[in-house]
């Protein structure tokens, strides 16, 4: 089954501190909330990462990797993900109001035995929430950073 999922939301922060802060594997881990593990294996010739990964969706772990197929600092990351799951997730950086307004685009395939039509709905709105989720985090941690850099300054 392919799960498409997307959201966007600004950041009171520089674009160059989201895509620093969004370009180390365990930062995602850490605001990503069913990510249980993403570690750095390699950065690649073109400078971005190849990544090995856990997630957890309803009791279920996917294991595998993403590797960072286009990697233009500060504006874009798109990691074409394998193992359990495999698609494709990008992250998008824009200058916009003082700050960065950031968007989150994956799609993937789920495997499973469960018919499209009985999961779909569920996996669905659980990306919903996860995705919106991740991006409250994200500022959480960026705005944060910035008022603290600022606070010591």
């Keep these: 089954m392919t799960v498409q999922t997307s ?11 989201v895509f620093a802060f969004m370009d180390e594997p365990s930062n995602q881990a850490a605001v990503t909330p069913s990510l ?7 950065r690649l010739p073109n400078s971005g990462n190849r990544a090995a990964y856990e997630y957890e969706m309803f009791g279920i772990t996917f294991a595998g990797e993403v590797r960072a197929s286009t990697y233009e600092p500060p504006e874009r990351i798109v990691y074409e993900m394998t193992g359990d799951l495999t698609g494709r997730i990008t992250w998008r950086f824009e200058p916009e109001g003082g700050g960065t307004r950031l968007t989150y685009a994956a799609d993937y395939e789920v495997p499973g035995p469960l018919p499209e039509f009985l999961l779909a709905p569920l996996i669905r709105w659980y990306n919903r929430r996860e995705v919106r989720q ?17 606070g010591t300054a």
């Excluded at 959201?7 to 501190?17: F, G, H, K, N, Y």
């Excluded at 249980?36 to 390699?42: G, Q």
């Design 36 to 42: 249980t593990r993403a570690e750095r294996i390699e």
């Design 7 to 17: 959201d966007d939301r600004w950041l009171d922060a520089p674009v160059e501190t």
């Design 134 to 150: 991740l991006l409250d985090n994200v500022a959480e941690a960026v705005e944060g950073k910035k008022q603290a850099v600022a």
